[in-house]
């Protein structure tokens, strides 16, 4: 039986992560999750609470689900890349609303992935409606690295600018995928 092996693009606003993820399961051949946050957002019609928060959780669960079996179908290379994960949930919730949903913790240690894929904030910051903490980066990246630590989890800071960017996280993977 073929086993998937699951990469997390994730780290703090305006970090390249789904430009990232694009890119990667472009150059691999393969599946990515797209960001479920800013779909459900945008199909609320008003600021989110922190219900949304678990709601997004489980929407990035199912499409995850749903995308890795059609992935595990074809006769492709078994990697997946997901744009965020559950930390993201818990760092936003905990953040906003000084508390997280249990779902949301469980999650992060039922769920996790092969490799975590940390978006530096060496990026430019980009303005969008959805993005709220422009001034909060380093603290956020900070709480990042302090959770996947925290946990255990493997992962590599992918720094960079456009393509060098894709580049060192495809090292990474490559490194990763073949160890």
């Known amino acids: 039986m073929t086993t998937l092996k699951k990469?997390?693009?994730?780290?703090?606003?305006?970090t390249g992560k789904s430009f990232l993820c694009r890119e990667l399961a472009a150059h691999y051949n393969t599946a990515y999750v797209p960001e479920y946050a800013r779909e459900y957002i945008d199909s609320i019609g008003r600021d989110y609470i922190q219900d949304d928060i678990l709601e997004i959780a489980k929407g990035h669960l199912a499409n995850e689900q749903k995308i890795a079996a059609d992935l595990l179908a074809r006769p492709i290379r078994p990697l997946l890349f997901c744009d965020t994960e559950y930390l993201v949930a818990k760092i936003w919730s905990l953040h906003k609303f000084n508390t997280c949903h249990p779902?949301?913790?469980?999650?992060?240690?039922?769920?996790?992935?092969?490799?975590?894929?940390?978006?530096?904030?060496?990026?430019?910051?980009?303005?969008?409606?959805?993005?709220?903490?422009?001034?909060?980066?380093?603290?956020?990246?900070d709480w990042y690295i302090n959770e996947l630590q925290?946990?255990?989890?493997?992962?590599?800071?992918?720094?960079?600018?456009k393509q060098d960017r894709v580049n060192n996280a495809i090292e990474v993977v490559n490194n990763f995928y073949i160890a």
Do not use: M
């Open 7 to 14: 990469v997390a693009v994730t780290g703090p606003e305006s």
């Open 103 to 141: 779902w949301i913790l469980r999650q992060i240690e039922k769920n996790t992935y092969d490799l975590y894929l940390l978006c530096d904030i060496d990026l430019p910051w980009e303005p969008d409606p959805q993005r709220e903490h422009p001034h909060l980066r380093q603290y956020f990246f």
């Open 150 to 161: 925290s946990y255990g989890f493997k992962y590599a800071v992918i720094r960079g600018q």
